[in-house]
Every structure is written in structure tokens, then in C-alpha cells.
């Protein structure tokens, strides 16, 4: 496996860069936090929505948040790939699909992880803002998003790792994300497929344990400055 890693840790890094397009973890790495960072805005809007006091904005945003859940991603890529370019008569780039329909289903995600910090807050927080004046658009801005972002710090983490995870999907379309890498690598040392997808295997188990180790000291520290706070109100 050594000699494996020796031979191909570049191509395994970065695809066939710069002679070709980017691949590779590096590919994989970049289309998640990308896909995170574009999404945020979309989630934080969906995630206000999902607990807007207006039924007309609240349910059909709970719609488009459960129907999407509801899809498998596997099935979006293809829709993505294949349907839509038949349809519109625009094709992009694997990369560019793979992106967007990341995006898509990490909007729906943080909707959900936002309105979840927003409806952990006491309602008091609220309701104090607005007796102070603030307007209802306000108070969220102010008051209510900040504090519910800290405190979902650890979930947003959680779902990179996730993106993460869902980037080998993009092997499908043939994006040249680590895992498609991976597969062309075994069928170079065709007799060393258990070595190549043990590197694999630990490629992906580091940097998922990695961010996962993160977002559960986050959670700790969350947790700890909390608590003086609860014993100064009890």
C-alpha cells in the first residue's frame, strides 16, 4: 500500500491537474465547502420561513423542504445530468451539476438545522426584541439569527461532512472527484484493488473524523458557555 501511495498520491490529490481538469481530493474538498458556502443564504432563508408566523410563506417553504428531503440525491444528479439539458437544451459540466444539485439539497438541510436553532431559543427573546421596537425583520437579524447560528455551529459542520460524503455520487456522471480517481487507479494496478480502496476508505475516515472531532468540541464549548449562564438564571 506504500508503494501504492508513492506512485499515485498526486494523481489521487488532484486528478490529472494541470494537464488536464481538477480532480481528486482536492476536487472533492472545493465542491463541498463551495456547495456549503452558496447554499447558506438559501438556507437561512428557507430556515426563517420554515418558522414564519404567515401560513402563506411557512407551509409552501415546508413543502419544498420535504419533497426535497424526500428525493434521493442519486436521482437529482441524473434528473441534472440527463433531463434537464433534454428539456432546456443547456448541458453543463459534471462538475457544475454535481455543484448545483449539492447546493439544492444542502439549502434544504440547513433550512431545517436554522429553524431548529431559531425554535430552540426561549420565545422571550423574541418578544423582548419587539418591545424594544424592533421590527419583526429586525429582531431576526438582530437578535434571533445570531444566537441561533452559534448554536447550530456544530450541526453546520455536520452537514460539510455530509456534503462530503455525497460528492462520490458524482462518480456516476463521471466527475473526477477522489472516489472516480480511486476507481481509475484500480484499473491501472488492476491486482491491488483492496489496497486502493483502503486508501480510500481511509481518505474519506480521516477528514469525515476529522470535522466530525470538530463539531463535537464545538458542541462541548457550546455547551459550556451555556451553563453558567442556566445556574445565574436558576
Known amino acids: 500500500m ?9 494523481y489521487f490529490l488532484v486528478g490529472q491537474y494541470p494537464n488536464g481538469p481538477l480532480g481528486g481530493l482536492t476536487l472533492t474538498v472545493l465542491l463541498s465547502a463551495a456547495a456549503l458556502l452558496l447554499a447558506m443564504p438559501f438556507g437561512l432563508l428557507l430556515g426563517v420561513a420554515r418558522v414564519s408566523p404567515w401560513r402563506a410563506v411557512r407551509w409552501p417553504t415546508a413543502v419544498l423542504v420535504q419533497v426535497v428531503r424526500a428525493v434521493p440525491l442519486l436521482l437529482v444528479v441524473f434528473w441534472a445530468y440527463f433531463f434537464l439539458p433534454a428539456v432546456t437544451g ?7 451539476t454535481m455543484l ?3 447546493v439544492l439539497f ?3 438541510y440547513l433550512a431545517e438545522i436554522v429553524a431548529a436553532g431559531i425554535r430552540a431559543l426561549p420565545k422571550g427573546q423574541f418578544e423582548g426584541a419587539r418591545s424594544l421596537g424592533l421590527s419583526y425583520p429586525q429582531a431576526l437579524r438582530l437578535v434571533i439569527l445570531p444566537q441561533a447560528l452559534r448554536h447550530v455551529s456544530p450541526s453546520l459542520v455536520s452537514q460539510l461532512v455530509a456534503t ?3 460528492t462520490s455520487l458524482g ?5 473526477s472527484e477522489v472516489s472516480f480517481i480511486a476507481t481509475q487507479v484500480n484499473t491501472l494496478v488492476f491486482t491491488k484493488a483492496v489496497e486502493v480502496y483502503l486508501v480510500l476508505a481511509l481518505t474519506y475516515f480521516i477528514l469525515c473524523f476529522g ?3 470538530l463539531a463535537f468540541l464545538l458542541e462541548r464549548r457550546m455547551t459550556a458557555r451555556a ?3 442556566i445556574k445565574v438564571t436558576a
Not at 506504500?2 to 498526486?10: A, R, S, T, V
Not at 443547456?90 to 457544475?96: E, I, N, P, R
Not at 462518480?171 to 466527475?175: A, E, F, Q, T, V
Request: net charge neutral.
Open 164 to 166: 462530503i460524503k455525497a
Open 171 to 175: 462518480y456516476i456522471i463521471g466527475l
Open 90 to 96: 443547456v448541458k453543463t459540466g459534471q462538475a457544475t
Open 227 to 229: 451553563a453558567p449562564a
Open 211 to 213: 470535522l466530525s472531532r
Open 2 to 10: 506504500i508503494e501504492l501511495i508513492q506512485d499515485y498520491w498526486l
Open 106 to 108: 444542502d439549502a434544504v
Open 100 to 102: 448545483m444539485t449539492l
